[in-house]
């Protein structure tokens, strides 16, 4: 039911009309995998296809899907590094992106690093890596969060996750 609801949610946002093919877009993740993985695998189908249209694309990783890519206490990987994407996604991305399917990620991990290499930005929200205590001082280590997410995430403000979102032309929030 969870694929379905991805399948049909994202096909409906790539072929809804667009509203201009520059500007900025705002993604918003707030949920976390462990409470419904439909929503965080959206937001990455949204961010690709934002980056397709030749959006800029700023993502904040915030409230509970920051947990989504905290450390596993024994395994030292997060939750979503290895999440596989399931393949008639991947067909079906390969298809509405005229792509061979071997070029579509195989993990969400994999999916992560693609979208930050293609140019999107992700920030995390600093004040609730502190209250979840995963990092006691993000400026300097973001603590707990998985090493390669450390690589991309860049923690912010709340005052700059407020710019974030104003200076975008459209927004989703997941």
Known sequence: M????????????????????????????????????????????????????GLEVDVLVDADAINTFRKGRFSGK???????????????????FSLPVEETPKTYGGFMNLLHEAGAKFHINKAFLVVAGIAENPDED??????????????VSLSEMINLRRGADVSYTF
């Open 2 to 53: 969870r694929l379905l609801f991805v399948l049909v949610f994202f096909l409906s946002a790539v072929f809804s009309p667009a509203t201009a093919a520059e500007g900025r877009a705002f993604i918003h993740m707030k949920t976390g995998l462990k409470h419904d993985d439909a929503p965080i695998c959206v937001a990455y189908n949204m961010i690709w296809a934002a980056l397709r249209e």
């Open 78 to 96: 997060d939750d979503i590094e290895g999440y596989n994407i399931p393949q008639n996604l991947r067909e079906e991305m390969a298809r509405q």
């Open 142 to 155: 973001m603590g707990g969060i998985a090493d390669y997410a450390k690589q991309i995430f860049r923690p």
